[in-house]
């Protein structure tokens, strides 16, 4: 397996992804035992829900400092200090001080910290970490009628790793209705597994809102579980009108993404965010920052 490797758009270099637990995703997506691991247990919500459960456990406070140092994470930005924190997964799903992600003066926000795919038209994506790789656009909704509203509309996925902020935000003004969700099996999401299935993005349990804007139509905003994932907390007020920028909700312990989907004709992704994908290559940014106009 090839190592991960992302444009970074602060600094405009390309860099390679400390991958948290990469030994056991290569072992488990990479290994003839490990796969068969995989599909008799760790696929499944009950291991996710018992790793996310001892995350929980008051000792797991000791994790923090090694995972601090080990990741370079900047402790100025929390929002509170890493001596706070009452267990590992309290230190996961952190604040962070409104300073420390300013929100642009853009239409369009990216809704996380992390490493983001766009595509100009869902439908006619052609290659997504390798080639021939299309996204399921009914698969992801669940739902062939709604899927058609969004094919040929513009796709944005942001994908988290362990090390980043783990709370996502709405990418615009509207007001956000109920949140469903479709179960499923939790995979990684990580590149080591989607370069040999993307279908697991649509297969894993993932969240769905409809977020009703006066400028951009209805915009689809979806989180999906992975290995790990304890759960999909939302912290926003259904009906309620949001600002841009506005926190949604959090992953509990583990990698996750966040998708974004658009009514075709409403929004032009950021150009270096479509010219970078149009590579096969992931652009790392910070929630808040420009995603399209």
């Known amino acids: 397996m090839e190592p991960i490797k992302y444009l970074n758009r602060e ?8 991958v948290y637990g990469e030994g056991f995703l290569r072992w488990a997506y990479g290994n003839p035992l490990g796969k068969i691991a995989l599909h008799g247990f760790v696929k499944r919500p009950f291991f996710s829900k018992w790793y996310g459960h001892r995350m929980d456990a008051p000792k797991t406070t000791e994790k923090i400092a090694p ?3 080990t990741y370079g994470l900047d402790a100025a930005d929390f ?18 001080k409104p300073s420390a992600r300013p929100i642009a003066d853009s239409p369009i926000v990216l809704p996380a910290d992390g490493r983001h795919l766009g595509f100009a038209k869902a439908s006619e994506i052609g290659s997504v970490f390798v080639k021939g790789q299309k996204f399921d656009v009914a698969g992801l909704l669940g739902s062939t009628e709604l899927a058609r509203k969004y094919e040929n509309g513009p796709l944005l996925l942001s994908r988290l790793c362990p090390v980043d902020y783990h709370r996502f935000h709405f990418p615009c003004t509207g007001t956000p209705g109920e949140t469903r969700t479709v179960n499923g099996p939790l995979f990684s ?5 989607l370069r040999q ?16 804007t006066k400028e951009f139509g209805t915009v689809i905003c979806m989180e999906i579980g992975a290995t790990c994932v304890g759960s999909i907390q939302q912290t926003f007020t259904p009906g309620q009108e949001i600002e841009k920028g506005a926190e949604k909700g959090y992953f509990a312990f583990g990698g996750s993404s966040t998708l974004l989907l658009f009514e075709p004709g409403t929004v032009t992704l950021a150009s270096d965010l479509i010219e970078s994908s149009g590579e096969m290559i992931e652009l790392y940014a910070k929630i808040g920052t420009e995603a399209g106009h």
Request: aromatic residues 16%.
């Open 67 to 69: 995972f601090l140092e």
């Open 197 to 212: 299935r993307l279908s697991y993005l649509w297969e894993n349990k993932r969240t769905i809102t409809e977020l009703v």
């Open 189 to 193: 999401v990580s590149p080591l597994a």
């Open 79 to 96: 929002e509170k200090s890493p001596d706070e924190f009452t267990s590992f997964n309290d230190f996961f799903y952190r604040k962070l």
């Open 11 to 18: 600094t405009g270099a390309m860099e390679t992804e400390q």
